[in-house]
C-alpha cells in the first residue's frame, strides 16, 4: 500500500510558476511509475505528466508540454511538478498518482494509488 500526499499549491497569477511536490510512504519507492493528473470543475480528470520507474522516461500532455517538467528523487520518495508559465486553464486539483507497470501512462484506470489532491488556481 503506497500512501501519497500532495503539497505545493496555491494562488498565482498567470504566467507565473508553482511547484507541486508529492511524497510517498508504505511501498517501495522505486517501483512505482509515477504521474500528474488534473480535474477542473465540471471536468473529468486529465493526464498532466508521468515519469518512468528510473525517472529516464518522461511524458507530457500537449496542453503543458514546455511549460511543466516532472522529476523524481528515488532517495528522498517524492515527485515533483514544476509549472512554470501557468495559464488560468491550469486551475484545476492536482492529484499525484502511482502505477505498478511501466506502460500506458496516459490512462488514469492504469494507475493503483492516488493523493488526496491539492488545489491550484491561476488568475487572470
Known amino acids: 500500500q503506497v500512501h501519497l500526499v500532495e503539497s505545493g499549491g496555491g494562488l498565482v497569477q498567470a504566467g507565473g510558476s508553482l511547484r507541486l511536490s508529492c511524497a510517498a510512504s508504505?511501498?517501495?519507492?522505486?517501483?512505482?511509475?509515477m504521474g500528474w493528473f488534473r480535474q477542473a470543475p465540471g471536468k473529468e480528470r486529465e493526464f498532466v505528466a508521468a515519469i518512468s520507474v528510473s525517472g529516464g522516461s518522461t511524458y507530457y500532455a500537449d496542453s503543458v508540454k514546455g511549460r511543466f517538467t516532472i522529476s523524481r528523487d528515488n532517495a528522498k520518495n517524492t515527485v515533483d511538478l514544476q509549472m512554470n508559465s501557468l495559464k488560468p486553464e491550469d486551475t484545476a486539483v492536482y492529484y499525484c498518482?502511482?502505477?505498478?507497470?511501466?506502460?500506458?501512462?496516459?490512462?488514469?484506470?492504469?494507475?493503483?494509488?492516488w493523493g488526496q489532491g491539492t488545489q491550484v488556481t491561476v488568475s487572470s
Open positions: 498518482a502511482a502505477k505498478r507497470y511501466s506502460s500506458n501512462y496516459y490512462d488514469a484506470v492504469e494507475y493503483n494509488y
Open positions: 508504505g511501498g517501495t519507492f522505486s517501483r512505482y511509475a
